[in-house]
């Protein structure tokens, strides 16, 4: 299959209408092509484009910021002397300033899949900024490592932030390519947006189930390993809103949780007897981790690792990793009324809400499994019609 960078290069008559007009690229460390070039390398060594600028979202465009809230600062590209302009350091948006300096803006991010992500977000900033000043958005297509399948609550009114760009669902089984449309269409914007879309990308074919096993994975994040930690990304990233260790620090990040005073045998029991219909399609067990860093450095803590990467267990269509993780939270609020689960502290950037709720679009998550009452089927009530309203929504928009 070919991505759309590589549908780009390959393609002379893609790039035509960009003849005389200066061009940027949205990038990031896994903008790669096949055979690992950066693709701001690859177009730089294209005689038909002028490239004048390039932007990095949230870690940066080449490098490596290791966690949320380490910002990237703007700086002059040493090879190619044009200006790298931050999207995550002093603004979030690109100033005029930064606006003036293309025509047209070629985004090639890999995502994840989830909405938390924040490359989703940064490509609503740029497609807004550019329906204001007239200029023109591109979208090089890439595959969503956790396919097609749909699930979570959807971003309520009012909750939304750089981790929560609209109303979808956590996990929202679109591409780049179709968020831009669906973005265009959601907000009414008027604007030259164009998508290079991937060939021979099939979301529902095994063994990726979105991702196409032949391709090398570089991290889209410093944490963002492999395909596993995407795959179940979609319900270990609600774990930054709690003061369980999301494994950061260990070399599984986002695919276990733990604590030093979590009993997880006991916590596996109680998750399997309240909803094991929530825990089909991968294999839990218990372990043990010390993380280096973050929450719970140098402490031995007592986990749970998702384990989605054996095919003989792993099933796409059945897993369901944000109901996994809602349901662990459940659990141990129902074992330990009083453990201080949610953690209270600036994320990204928002003081006055609390992590999780902004995690979910809203408090819905939370107040469900604080309630002792609450069951199972009650969160379930909840979230089949967000799921269901936004499996039709989308429909329109996708392209493959």
Same mark, same amino acid.
């Given at each position: 299959m070919k991505?759309?960078?590589?549908?780009?290069?390959?393609?002379?008559?893609?790039?035509?209408?960009?003849? &005389?007009?200066?061009?940027?690229?949205?990038?990031?460390?896994?903008?790669?092509?096949?055979?690992?070039?950066h693709t701001l390398d690859a177009l730089a060594a294209l005689p038909?484009?002028?490239?004048?600028?390039?932007?990095?979202?949230?870690?940066?465009?080449?490098?490596?910021?290791?966690?949320?809230?380490?910002?990237?600062?703007?700086?002059?590209?040493?090879?190619?002397?044009?200006?790298?302009?931050?999207?995550?350091?002093?603004?979030?948006?690109?100033?005029?300033?930064?606006?003036?300096?293309?025509?047209?803006?070629?985004?090639?991010?890999?995502?994840?899949g989830c909405r938390i992500y924040t490359f989703i977000t940064t490509l609503r900033y740029v497609l807004e900024a550019a329906a204001r000043t007239g200029k023109a958005v591109w979208v090089l297509d890439r595959p969503n490592p956790a396919g097609r399948p749909v699930e979570g609550l959807m971003?309520?009114?009012?909750?939304?932030?750089?981790?929560?760009?609209?109303?979808?669902?956590?996990?929202?089984?679109?591409?780049m390519g179709e968020l831009g449309h669906w973005f265009i269409s959601t907000l009414e914007l008027d604007l030259d947006y164009r998508v290079i879309a991937?060939?021979?990308?099939?979301?529902?074919?095994?063994?990726?189930?979105g991702w196409p096993t032949e391709r090398t994975w570089v991290n889209p994040s410093p944490n963002a390993a492999n395909l596993w930690m995407a795959r179940a990304y979609a319900g270990t990233?609600?774990?930054?809103?709690?003061?369980?260790?999301? &494994?950061?620090?260990?070399?599984?990040?986002?695919?276990?949780?733990?604590?030093?005073?979590?009993?997880?045998?006991?916590?596996?029991?109680?998750?399997?007897?309240?909803?094991?219909?929530?825990?089909?399609g991968?294999?839990?067990?218990?372990?043990?981790?010390?993380?280096?860093?973050?929450?719970?450095?140098?402490?031995?803590?007592?986990?749970?690792?998702?384990?989605?990467?054996?095919?003989?267990?792993?099933?796409?269509?059945?897993?369901?990793?944000?109901r996994l993780q809602a349901l662990a939270f459940k659990a141990l609020r129902l074992q330990a009324p009083g453990y201080p689960l949610w953690r209270d502290f600036p994320y990204e950037y928002e003081h006055d809400r609390l992590a999780i709720d902004l995690i979910n679009g809203g408090?819905?998550?939370?107040e469900w499994v604080d309630d002792p009452t609450a069951k199972p089927a009650d969160l379930e009530a909840i979230t089949r019609p967000d799921e269901e309203a936004w499996s039709a929504e989308r429909q329109r928009h996708l392209l493959y």
């Open positions: 991505f759309g960078i590589e549908r780009f290069l390959a393609e002379p008559d893609l790039r035509a209408p960009l003849a &005389g007009r200066r061009v940027a690229l949205l990038a990031h460390p896994a903008s790669v092509t096949r055979d690992l070039t038909d484009v002028r490239l004048t600028a390039a932007f990095g979202p949230q870690h940066g465009l080449r490098g490596d910021k290791q966690d949320n809230m380490v910002e990237s600062p703007d700086y002059a590209d040493p090879h190619l002397g044009i200006p790298v302009f931050s999207l995550y350091g002093e603004v979030r948006r690109p100033t005029d300033a930064m606006l003036e300096s293309f025509d047209v803006l070629l985004v090639d991010l890999q995502d994840l971003l309520r009114p009012g909750w939304e932030s750089f981790v929560g760009a609209g109303p979808m669902p956590m996990r929202h089984g679109m591409t991937m060939e021979g990308w099939q979301p529902d074919d095994a063994p990726g189930f990233v609600m774990l930054e809103g709690t003061t369980l260790s999301e &494994g950061r620090g260990t070399t599984r990040p986002l695919e276990l949780f733990g604590a030093p005073d979590m009993d997880a045998s006991r916590l596996m029991h109680d998750m399997r007897k309240m909803a094991p219909e929530w825990l089909q991968c294999v839990l067990r218990e372990c043990f981790f010390e993380p280096t860093f973050h929450k719970h450095v140098g402490k031995l803590c007592a986990g749970v690792q998702i384990h989605v990467e054996d095919p003989r267990h792993y099933d796409h269509h059945a897993f369901k990793p944000w408090p819905a998550l939370r």
